[in-house]
């Protein structure tokens, strides 16, 4: 079965930095998507990550804030910027595979704790 | 889709007991009803999903049912183990727009 991996799979940040989060897949995808998942909470949708152009952000999510990047169908980025506490989550990325319905799945997660 | 409740936020059961976790929807559009189970540490791992134009669907000891009518799809697990033990997140969608609405969650306890 195909692999999602995430690099980091948790990190510790001073805050005012920023992070970015890799995402890689080894299998053909036609859609990426970032999720934040604050503690204990649910997911929330960031942005839908779109091949050689710019991300597709949810209401409360802006770009400055968020970069995103898909150079390629396998791969995406996720920048957390000037980071603050509440920033604090983890954040997932999901894929839906070539040939699929609707599916989505979801890599390991990125832990983020800024301090 | 809008709006997904989810109950119960906390279930406990005894080993081999059922569980159920029950969802609404708002959004009549909504057409795709996936099921995610997540543990510690982890990231969400689909575990059943149902379409819209059927009412039932099994695989081993988990199921969902869907009414369409009311807007409700539940997640039944049966003969439940302590390796059950997870937070599940239902979800609801509609084909085309790949965009998931989760539920709250619900942190499954099985006791041994």
């Known amino acids: 079965s195909a692999v999602i991996s995430q690099k980091p799979s948790r990190d510790i940040c001073q805050r005012g930095t920023s992070l970015t989060i890799q995402c890689q897949v080894d299998s053909q995808v036609t859609m990426m998507f970032w999720y934040r998942q604050q503690p204990g909470q649910s997911l929330t949708l960031i942005a839908t990550?779109?091949?050689?152009?710019?991300?597709?952000?949810e209401s409360g999510f802006v770009i400055d804030k968020f970069p995103i990047s898909r150079p390629n169908l396998t791969f995406s980025t996720l920048t957390v910027s000037n980071m603050s506490p509440e920033d604090s989550s983890i954040y997932l990325c999901?894929?839906?595979?070539?040939?699929?319905?609707?599916?989505?799945?979801f890599g390991p997660g990125t832990r983020l704790t800024v301090l | 889709g809008e709006n997904v409740e989810q109950h119960p936020s906390t279930l406990s059961v005894q080993e081999g007991d059922s569980a159920v976790i029950k969802c609404t929807y708002s959004d009549s559009a909504s057409n795709y009803f996936p099921w995610y189970k997540q543990e510690l540490g982890k990231g969400p791992q689909l575990i059943i999903d149902?379409?819209?134009?059927?009412g039932e669907k099994k695989d081993q000891r988990i199921a969902v049912t869907l009414n369409k009518t009311a807007k409700h799809f539940s997640l039944h697990i049966t003969e439940t183990q302590p390796e059950d033990s997870a937070v599940y997140f239902c979800?609801?969608?509609?084909?085309?727009?790949?965009?998931?609405?989760f539920g709250t969650g619900t942190r499954l306890k099985v006791l041994a």
């Open positions: 979800a609801d969608s509609t084909s085309g727009t790949y965009k998931y609405i």
């Open positions: 149902i379409r819209s134009n059927v």
């Open positions: 999901s894929v839906v595979f070539e040939g699929g319905f609707n599916e989505q799945f």
């Open positions: 990550a779109n091949q050689g152009s710019e991300a597709t952000y």
